[in-house]
């Protein structure tokens, strides 16, 4: 168990549908990362925050966002869903912005 | 762009037989490379970092190298428990753990 908790473990949807993925770090830490992982892509950065601010962004749609909040804990947007949204979405959580990352066990979306 | 490229995909051996995997990497200025192991259906779960070439790192039967372009992590007498996808991941730029990974192997280690 890393310690870092993310909910729903599954979560089953519409296309046009609005879900939140929710990622609880482990304590002390101050970063969440967020990635996307689908079979034909491998893991895709999405975004980071670091002590709430945002800090730096990868290939992340303009349908899906983030924030962290002041208890630290994360919650990732996805808007408008596709079918192509299907996968499974992983936080990770370090100490500082540049240290190693442990990650949680993700959510798998599925969008019918 | 940051490339890392791993092989081989798949890797079938027989318990006890010792092997390496590859991964390959093409970065503008590298910052740590990372191994991780990944089981079906769970999150990654962090090996090793290697910061510059010439490192060297073990953990049970786990080593993983560092060179200027590509890490090698070599399995000594796999078990059937080590059956994972082994992924690679570089670091680039200061500040952030901004990662990209390879699209892994698939180690299936038989009794």
């Known amino acids: 168990d890393s310690g870092v908790t993310q909910t729903p473990k599954h979560l089953i949807t519409a296309t046009g549908q609005r879900v939140t993925l929710r990622c609880s770090p482990r304590?002390?830490?101050?970063?969440v990362y967020w990635y996307q992982q689908s079979l034909d892509q491998g893991l895709q950065f999405l975004i980071q925050?670091?002590?709430?601010?945002?800090?730096a962004k990868g290939n992340i749609l303009e349908r899906f966002s983030a924030q962290q909040f002041p208890d630290l804990h994360s919650e990732l947007n996805l808007s408008s869903l596709e079918l192509g949204d299907s996968a499974l979405y992983f936080c990770?959580?370090?100490?500082?912005?540049?240290?190693?990352?442990?990650f949680g066990q993700g959510t798998r979306l599925t969008v019918v | 762009e940051d490339q890392v490229t791993q092989s081989p995909e798949a890797l079938r051996l027989q318990e006890g037989e010792s092997s390496s995997l590859n991964c390959s990497y093409t970065?503008?200025?590298?910052?740590?490379l990372f191994w991780y192991r990944q089981d079906p259906g769970k999150g990654p779960e962090f090996l090793f970092t290697l910061y510059s070439a010439g490192e060297e790192k073990e953990k049970e039967r786990l080593k993983a190298t560092l060179t200027k372009k590509e890490s090698f992590l070599h399995i000594t007498a796999p078990k059937p428990e080590d059956s994972a996808t082994y992924l690679c991941a570089v670091q680039t730029g200061a500040g952030s753990y901004q990662l990209t990974f390879g699209k892994g192997t698939k180690l299936s280690v038989i009794p």
């Open positions: 990770a959580s370090s100490v500082h912005r540049d240290t190693e990352a442990f």
């Open positions: 970065v503008s200025g590298l910052r740590g």
């Open positions: 925050y670091y002590n709430g601010e945002e800090r």
């Open positions: 304590s002390g830490d101050l970063s």
